[in-house]
């Protein structure tokens, strides 16, 4: 195999490598259903880092 044989296979397989996983990505994302179901908008705690009043000896 020459040299520009060589490169010319390199080129090709860079392209396909970059070229490839984005086509597959256009492709299932147009086969996925669509999900016309209104959003829920997420539970929201109270106080999720409550504040400690007084210290807390936890030696023995």
Known sequence: MS???????TLVNAIVCLA???LLSVILASKK?????????????E???P???SYV????
């Not at 259903?33 to 705690?45: D, F, G, T, V």
């Not at 000896?57 to 023995?60: E, F, L």
């Open 3 to 9: 040299l520009i044989d060589g490169i010319l296979l």
């Open 33 to 45: 259903p669509q999900n016309n179901l209104p959003k829920q908008s997420p539970i929201e705690l």
């Open 57 to 60: 000896d936890a030696t023995p």
């Open 47 to 49: 106080d999720s880092h």
């Open 20 to 22: 490839l996983p984005r």
């Open 51 to 53: 504040k400690i009043s």
